[in-house]
């Protein structure tokens, strides 16, 4: 472990069937504005594109980042992308 490193966010997922659930990210409060959010789903997205696997982003936050971010809306299985306003 680091010993310099501070746990400031972690994101809730599931693998399944080729499909990366997330459900629930969190950041520290006094972390909260700074980009940590955006970096924790734009790493889980371009991890999910290095694996060929599909995501949905049933986190408000998450979703919001993939309609924020439309290069990643092709991870989101097509039957599925409306759920996401995508």
């Not at 490193?5 to 409060?29: F, K």
């Not at 006094?30 to 980009?35: C, I």
Request: one cysteine or more; proline letters at 2%.
């Amino acid at each position: 472990a680091c010993l310099h490193c501070e746990l400031i966010g972690h994101a809730a997922y599931a693998l399944s069937a080729g499909v990366l659930t997330i459900g629930h990210t969190e950041v520290d409060r006094r972390y909260e504005g700074r980009g940590a959010g955006a970096a924790l789903i734009k790493a889980a997205l371009e991890d999910v594109r290095a694996r060929g696997l599909q995501v949905l982003p049933l986190c408000s936050f998450a979703a919001a980042y993939v309609r924020r971010h439309r290069e990643y809306a092709d991870l989101v299985p097509r039957e599925r992308r409306a759920q996401f306003r995508l």
